[in-house]
């Protein structure tokens, strides 16, 4: 029997062979001009989606809301490269809690602790908690993540006229931009929002949708208003196994600031970073597990590893577009995408490899930022807007 060859994907593109060859011509141009190294190809199938708005004679209501969520996601991702070597922890809470309350204190507190870390902070850019960690942080080593509102929401003191300031329109674009740039998750007690973003961070994490990072809930000192949710969350979901067991492991509750610093440092003491090649979970580590260390791993870990085991390797040819990661060995292993929360767990067996679990990540060491970093391009999210 003859094998069957792999279906070749069509390629996307329009059904106009001039406008085709019209946009490649226009992508290569751009290319060109501003050089770097952007994949074109990528770019074309963008330019290809707009043109296919056109095609399918999409709702003007329809197009203002891609044309104003591509702008808000362009401009974000600008701003951020600049300091992409850079650890940043997003901290979440209420909006309306006073400068007197503990609550604003400790959130306070713990954004002096994490930049003394060599950490920035990423807030929502509003009063309450966010304006407490953003002052704690400081303007210099802080983004504001701002939502345009009818009401409150307006920037707070800190960063206002920052140009790590960003404004959204929607939700949406701001929920991708604090998960796809935190590498912590912090939360302080808050109204609806504050859950949101809590439960939408452990939902992406549970499901695959998003990377491993440290969520930590903080308390004010002896306070209950997260050791109450973590119960309900205990009680009731749980409870009725509407999550598992494991997926407990993805969240911390505290009433210590030092804890919560802690916490976010030791997720990242040894292990660094992870992706997928092809259907391989690398997993980036400061300290490589040694030959008994590993044969522990794999006994203990085996029930999530698909085929083969768990092994360690040099960085992979495929990895060449992260640098950063490149002195780093790796833990790799077929990972079956089910038990994230045990995930989680290796993630800290692998901590437990080094002595100083609390120590700042070597690429977490302070890092002087450049004011200026930003003024090579004045235009904004906000520009062309009716």
Same mark, same amino acid.
């Given at each position: ?111 002096e602790k994490i930049v003394k870390a060599g950490w920035m902070v990423i807030t929502g850019a509003g009063d309450g908690i966010m304006g407490a960690a953003q002052g704690g942080a400081g ?137 997928? @090649?092809? +259907?391989?979970?690398?997993?980036? &580590?400061?300290? !490589? =597990? ?5 044969? %522990? $791993?794999? #006994? ?53 490899? @080094?002595? +100083?679990?609390?120590?700042?990540? &070597?690429?977490? !060491? =302070? ?5 200026? %970093? $930003?003024? #090579? ?10």
């Amino acid at each position: 029997m003859t094998a069957m060859k792999p279906k070749r994907r069509r390629r996307y593109e329009l059904r106009n062979p001039e406008l085709n060859r019209q946009i490649e011509e226009l992508v290569a141009g751009a290319q060109e001009e501003y050089g770097g190294d952007t994949d074109g190809e990528l770019v074309r199938q963008i330019v290809v989606s707009t043109m296919r708005l056109v095609r399918d004679g999409a709702y003007r209501g329809d197009v203002k809301m891609v044309n104003s969520a591509l702008k808000e996601l362009r401009h974000s991702f600008f701003v951020f490269a600049k300091f992409r070597h850079v650890r940043k922890v997003a901290v979440f809470g209420s909006a309306r809690t006073p400068t007197d309350h503990a609550d604003w204190q400790a959130a306070h507190a713990f954004a002096e602790k994490i930049v003394k870390a060599g950490w920035m902070v990423i807030t929502g850019a509003g009063d309450g908690i966010m304006g407490a960690a953003q002052g704690g942080a400081g303007a210099e080593r802080s983004f504001g993540v701002n939502i345009r509102l009818p009401f409150e929401q307006s920037a707070n003191e800190t960063i206002k006229g920052d140009k790590k300031l960003i404004n959204f329109r929607y939700f949406f674009t701001r929920k991708v931009m604090f998960v796809k740039e935190s590498h912590a998750i912090v939360l302080f007690p808050g109204g609806f929002g504050t859950h949101d973003e809590g439960f939408e961070a452990l939902t992406l994490m549970q499901t695959g949708k998003s990377e491993l990072v440290p969520v930590v809930f903080v308390d004010e000192p002896g306070g209950s208003y997260w050791k109450d949710w973590d119960e309900y969350v205990r009680s009731h979901l749980h409870a009725r196994g509407l999550i598992g067991d494991t997926d407990l492991s993805l969240y911390h509750v505290t009433d210590s600031i030092d804890d919560a610093v802690y916490r976010v440092l030791n997720f990242y003491s040894n292990y660094h970073s992870s992706r997928y @090649v092809r +259907d391989l979970l690398v997993m980036r &580590v400061r300290t !490589a =597990p040694n030959g008994e260390q590993l044969a %522990a $791993l794999n #006994e203990d870990f085996g029930d999530i590893v698909a085929k083969g085991k768990i092994e360690v390797s040099a960085a992979l040819p495929e990895e060449e577009d992260e640098p950063e990661a490149a002195g780093f060995p790796r833990v790799t292993l077929h990972f079956d995408r089910h038990g994230i929360g045990r995930l989680r767990q290796l993630v800290d067996r692998l901590n437990k490899l @080094v002595k +100083d679990k609390a120590s700042p990540p &070597v690429d977490a !060491a =302070p890092h002087e930022i450049v004011p200026e %970093a $930003l003024s #090579e391009e004045a235009e904004t999210a906000e520009e062309d807007e009716e």
